[in-house]
Nanobody
């Protein structure tokens, strides 16, 4: 059973870069045909899909966040990571990493980590 765990700072200052890592166990991030995804939920709002990196290493980002977002992977550590640049308080949210298969729903989630953007 695949498990995901987010890690990273809980507090980021405005204009800085938010960086999170998702560590995956119980399955490889290079296994076909899965998409390793970052999703966030601001306080009192719905879930927002941010982007993913595929089992092949290709990326796709939300158009609204594309200019500020990068998703990388480290296959040797079975991890994928999120960088969100030039953050503002509006980027305060619970950030989740998740796995999605082709044609399926998200079938594995991390527990989520709250990141607050504040000076």
């Amino acid at each position: 059973q695949v498990q995901l765990q987010e890690s990273g700072p809980g507090l980021v200052k405005p204009s800085q870069t938010l960086s999170l890592i998702c560590t995956v166990s119980g399955g490889s991030i290079t296994t076909s045909y899965f998409y390793w995804t970052w999703i966030r939920q601001p306080p009192g709002k719905g879930l927002e899909w941010m982007g993913h990196i595929s089992y092949e290493g290709s990326n796709y980002y939300s158009p609204s966040l594309k200019s500020r977002t990068s998703i990388f992977r480290d296959t040797s550590k079975n991890q994928f990571s999120l960088q969100l640049r030039s953050v503002t308080p509006e980027d305060t949210a619970v950030y989740y990493c998740a796995r999605k298969g082709v044609g399926t729903l998200f079938d594995a989630w991390g527990q989520g980590t709250l990141v607050t953007v504040s000076s």
